[in-house]
């Protein structure tokens, strides 16, 4: 079984910062990519950052130079440093793996329960 367990939302505002932390436990062999998504009230769920090994990430126009994608591939955990929020920022932002499970030759795709982000003006 594989959980991905995602912390550090909140309420902040507007110009404001956040890190957002996601841990991938259980029986997990690799993860290949590890990313963040996030969805608006009304609007479909989009792809933030994304990060895979040896890359520095690539994001989403919206949040490039302002948004930092890493990863502890010891700990099996991404994080998103948000800086300069906006209120357009505001979602449930979702952590996402591609990952093997031990004893498998299958890369699934796993999704946190989200966290919640909300930035006042």
């Known amino acids: 079984q594989v959980q991905l367990v995602e912390s550090g939302g909140g309420l902040v505002q507007s110009g404001g910062s956040l890190r957002l932390s996601c841990a991938a436990s259980?029986?997990?062999?690799?993860?290949?990519?590890m990313a963040w998504y996030r969805q608006a009230p009304g609007k479909q769920r989009e792809l933030v950052a994304a990060?895979?090994?040896?890359?520095?990430?690539n994001y989403a126009d919206s949040v490039k130079g302002r948004f930092t994608i890493s990863r502890d591939t010891d700990k099996n955990t991404v994080y998103l440093q948000m800086n300069s929020l906006k209120p357009e920022d505001t979602a449930v932002y979702y952590c996402n793996a591609h990952l093997r499970r031990s004893g498998s030759d299958y890369v699934g795709s796993y999704w946190g329960q989200g966290t919640q982000v909300t930035v006042s003006s």
């Open positions: 259980g029986s997990i062999f690799s993860i290949n990519r």
């Open positions: 990060i895979t090994s040896g890359s520095s990430g």
